[in-house]
């Protein structure tokens, strides 16, 4: 235990730390990621929100497997709505507080974390379209950076039927989700893409 490296593992185990979902705190504070979002959004000032928030919520959930989320108005930059004290893994609950925020607005850019660091999901995909949000964002704890749209709702069991084949096929399940929204889009109004 002299090891200082050992001891800090340790007490991240301790502390219900989870090692997969570690974030790199040294990459996300890099020009590289920064430069992922100098061109999300025509306007630099929202682009240099969704960036800071994004960093903000990684460290906040690094070595957790909750979510945090925030809705701003993609014309401004201004914060509408956050969640950020979720108690359901993977997952973000949308509070009566939150819901009457984000109630008729048309603008709105919705950021949040995926500790798998996954691609979205067809719940995210429908939250989308149901909120009818201008776009939506993915910060995974690796790093990467999803871009999403949605302008209909998906059966999630039409989902979950191609993520199935693909597993079944000898995916990974990443790879499979990927290979089952890029099927789905090819018939339905979503996109998506990682951003580079």
């Not at 504070?29 to 903000?56: C, I, M, Q, W």
């Not at 509408?80 to 108690?87: T, V």
């Not at 998906?154 to 039927?161: G, M, T």
């Amino acid at each position: 235990m002299s090891v200082r490296g050992d001891t800090v593992a340790l007490e991240n185990q301790r502390y219900g730390r989870n090692k997969s979902t570690l974030v790199n705190s040294a990459y996300i504070e890099s020009g590289e990621y920064r430069r992922k979002f100098d061109h999300l959004t025509p306007n630099d000032e929202v682009n240099r929100v969704l960036y800071s928030k994004a960093k903000e919520m990684l460290k906040h959930r690094s070595g957790t497997l909750y979510e945090d989320m925030y809705w701003i108005d993609g014309d401004t930059g201004k914060i509408i709505a956050s969640a950020l004290n979720e108690q359901s893994e993977s997952a973000v609950a949308y509070s009566n507080a939150v819901k009457r925020a984000i109630r008729n607005k048309d603008n709105l850019i919705a950021i949040h974390t995926h500790p798998h660091s996954m691609p979205p999901s067809i719940a995210d995909f429908n939250s989308c379209c149901k909120n009818n949000y201008r776009q939506g964002i993915i910060a995974c704890h690796d790093g990467k950076v999803f871009a999403y749209k949605s302008y209909e709702v998906i059966r999630e069991s039409l989902y979950n039927l191609y993520v199935g084949d693909y597993i079944d096929a000898g995916l990974s399940s990443y790879n499979a989700q990927i290979k089952a929204i890029e099927d789905i889009m090819k018939n339905h109004k979503i996109v998506f893409w990682e951003v580079e």
